[in-house]
Nanobody
Framework: QVQLVESGGGLVQAGGSLRLSCAASGSGFSFRRYAVAWFRQAPGKEREFVAA????????PYADSVKGRFTVSRDSAKNTLILQMDALTPEDTAVYYC???????????????????WGQGTQVTVSS
């Protein structure tokens, strides 16, 4: 069982930045075995993919809506997944979730159904 705990959310003005963290723990967890990802869910909307890191290749796919503004990275020494968010807009307002899964193939990285471990989420609110 993998435990994921997000932090770093908050209220920021449009154009500002936030840095989200996701601390991963649990027996057998390592970034070499688990793909990790960020998803977000705005009120009244489906949970959507934001960014991921493949455990097989280290590739980092992004949703088109965040490409060029968000950067996902891993701190292997701390088992922490990072999401640096810059140039935020009100459309980025959502609860952001960290997810992890073993055995995910690259074509499934963007699909929430491929992830069996989820954090509790952290709220990000961007004011205009």
């Amino acid at each position: 069982q993998v435990q994921l705990v997000e932090s770093g959310g908050g209220l920021v003005q449009a154009g500002g930045s936030l840095r989200l963290s996701c601390a991963a723990s649990g027996s057998g967890f390592s970034f070499r075995r688990y793909a990790v990802a960020w998803f977000r869910q705005a009120p009244g909307k489906e949970r959507e993919f934001v960014a991921a890191v493949s455990h097989r290749t280290g590739s980092t796919p992004y949703a088109d809506s965040v490409k060029g503004r968000f950067t996902v990275s891993r701190d292997s020494a701390k088992n922490t997944l990072i999401l640096q968010m810059d140039a935020l807009t009100p459309e980025d307002t959502a609860v952001y979730y960290c997810a992890a899964a073993s055995g995910v193939i690259i074509s499934q990285l963007r699909s929430k159904s491929g992830y069996g471990n989820w954090g509790q989420g952290t709220q990000v609110t961007v004011s205009s």
